[in-house]
């Protein structure tokens, strides 16, 4: 429903950004995600994919808005991005003090989506963030690392009231992508779904741990509390939400269409 109420928004064909983006290939496989497929014990299954190495900037979501004008601050419909949309520039085509190379912020799902669209992209889906959010520098899967969990849980423990660093500057994963912890918490084309029930054998009523994040209580890892904070966020959004530091990047299948 979301995709197809974004895609009744573009009236035109959309402009691609001045300079090519870079997506790197991530091989497909299966892992266990702290959310997994039959709620019990089945692996994750994600096929070859390409992800942009870096979180979408101001500078590149500029150049869209400024291609796709609907999507302009003060153009933009109430339903596909709310009153803080784009807040942090100063006017809706001139960033002001908003850093050309810091990520993009205060974007909806909707402004998300329209601009991976405008790549022939798409956002990465849950299990495809997840499984590259698994990887330190050197290991595809870095999760049982106690040092490498305790350097995540430090990046976001940090106050989030200063300035945003500019992309790039995390180490590249194992993938090649980087910024995927540390920096800001990301879109995900499905993160409605993440919407699940608070105790696997659904005791009581269920629907009472559907939202905010609780269903993370149901996970099977729950020592990853950096993955159960990602949940927790993109939980409690509706499509149209913004905040202060929720960004995004784009996906592509390996064959290098958005689907």
Known sequence: MFRAAAAALCLAAFTLPAAAADYVPVPGGSFASVLPPDGKDAPAIVAPFRLRSLPVTNAEFLD?????????RGRIASLFGDSQYLAHWSGPSDLGAAGRNQPVTHVSWFAAEAFCESEHARLPTWYEFEYVAAADESHADARGDPAWRARI?????????????????TPKNFYGARDVHGLIWEWVGDYASLMISGDNRNQGDPDLLKFCGAGALSTQDRENYAILMRIALLSSLKAADTTANLGFRCAKDATGEGR
């Not at 869209?64 to 999507?71: D, E, I, L, P, T």
């Open 64 to 72: 869209f808005v400024r291609a796709n004008r609907q999507w302009d």
């Open 153 to 169: 849980l430090d990046w976001y423990a940090r106050p989030s009231t200063a300035a945003l660093p500019d992309v790039g500057g």
